[in-house]
């Protein structure tokens, strides 16, 4: 789908009109690469750890994300510390680290999708693309990667970057943005409306229990198939290595045994809480937006509740 519509964009098969449309399935599929890459690194498709590297690069390179990067950021440190508040690469500061330094103030108050400030939806557009290259750039200080590691995966990714550079050379600059920038967005949209949504509301925990500190989104089912049940999160948190094809039979399993803890809610539910609450912790349970002053009680099993109270 992605070679088929850039060279419709580049040699110019479709109408001017039609660009955007092409640019929108171009975007969904890199998105859907992306969440194959996560589930092939896992080792829910492929075993060999070669070949989980192959097909991994392969699925990250349209979001320019280096497969050695993603399987310490992702696979060894979001997993093993998800929702333990500063330690978690993916979750939102503490109030402390908010107050000590200036440049994570600043992306709260500005760019952090709540307080009901609508410039937050930028964290939705830009939001992976920038979170990967700050994990990039931090990546001894945040992931604990060693000097030759992080070599490495500054390489890949300009390995990456210079092949998407090639591609602007070859078609131009009008059909790179409809067949490369445009889709970069869209991809962004739906990825991060995914990452934001599982953990951004639960309760923050050092004991990595996921019935805690995840929770799973429902979408119809054609984003389902193209997000590899990506939304199922829970269950993914439980078993990580497990087919996400198997992911309806786990949440069956969950809602039997745990039926008080277990949760979730439709993406465009928890979206729209996201875009009301506060994105600071300032414990474990209390969510808080420093700028205006108001608290909302984080998503504890058994709640359904917004804020607790505000300013």
Known sequence: MIVL??????????????????????????????????????GGMLRGRRARLLVGGVCFAPLIVSPHLWTVW?????????????VDPDMYPSLARYRNHRA????????????????????????????SAEILCTARACLQMSARAHRRVILETLVLCAWWLALAGVVGATAFAFAFLLPLL???????????????????????DPLLGALSVTTPRWLEWVTLQFGYHVEHHLFPTVS?????????????????????MPLAAALARMFETGRVYRDATTLVDPSTGGEWLALLPGTDELPTSRA
């Open 74 to 86: 992702h696979n060894r440190v979001h997993h093993a510390n998800a929702n333990r508040i500063d």
């Open 104 to 131: 994570v103030r600043f992306a709260i108050d500005h760019f952090a999708l709540g307080g009901r400030r609508w410039r937050g939806l930028l964290s939705l557009v830009l939001g992976f693309t920038v979170q």
């Open 186 to 208: 869209v991809a962004n949209v739906i990825v991060m409306s995914f990452i934001l949504t599982n953990h951004s509301l639960s309760p923050a925990t050092d004991d990595n």
């Open 244 to 264: 996400a094809r198997h992911a309806r039979a786990i949440r069956a399993e969950l809602q039997a045994l745990w039926p008080e803890r277990y949760q979730s």
């Open 5 to 42: 519509a850039t060279v419709a964009i580049a040699l110019r098969w479709v109408p001017g009109p039609a660009l955007p449309v092409l640019s929108l399935v171009i975007g969904l599929a890199f998105a859907g690469m992306l969440f194959v890459g996560h589930e092939v690194m896992h």
